[in-house]
Nanobody, 115 residues
Framework: QVQLVESGGGLVQPGGSLRLSCAAS????????MGWYRQAFGKERELVAT???????NYVDSVKGRFTISSDNAKNTVYLQMTSVKPEDTAVYYC?????????WGQGTQVTVSS
């Protein structure tokens, strides 16, 4: 298991930018994949973006071209750069790490897009 701590959430205006960070308690080099999920009020948690240990990325259609997931192995941190945000991006964003059969979650960070 790996402990994950998200940060960087907050209030942002529509069209603005925000960068989320997910710090892992150990090296992420050997983690199969890390990802960002989000859960809006009253909705199910959904996948936003993933990045594999080989650097391959995947995005949900609604954020393609606006969000970018990246990792810094030296800092054991995964980022989600959010640009051109929309009110529908409002949610609690969770970091996830998958290594073999194990799956770990962070506590979440709130992102609110509002004017």
């Amino acid at each position: 298991q790996v402990q994950l701590v998200e940060s960087g959430g907050g209030l942002v205006q529509p069209g603005g930018s925000l960068r989320l960070s997910c710090a892992a308690s150990r090296s992420i080099f050997s983690i199969d994949a890390m990802g960002w999920y989000r859960q809006a009020f009253g909705k199910e948690r959904e996948l936003v973006a993933t990045i594999t240990s080989g650097g391959r990325t995947n995005y949900v259609d609604s954020v393609k071209g606006r969000f970018t997931i990246s990792s810094d192995n030296a800092k054991n941190t995964v980022y989600l750069q959010m640009t051109s945000v929309k009110p529908e991006d409002t949610a609690v964003y969770y970091c996830n790490a998958k290594a073999g059969w194990a799956s770990s979650w962070g506590q979440g960070t709130q992102v609110t897009v509002s004017s």
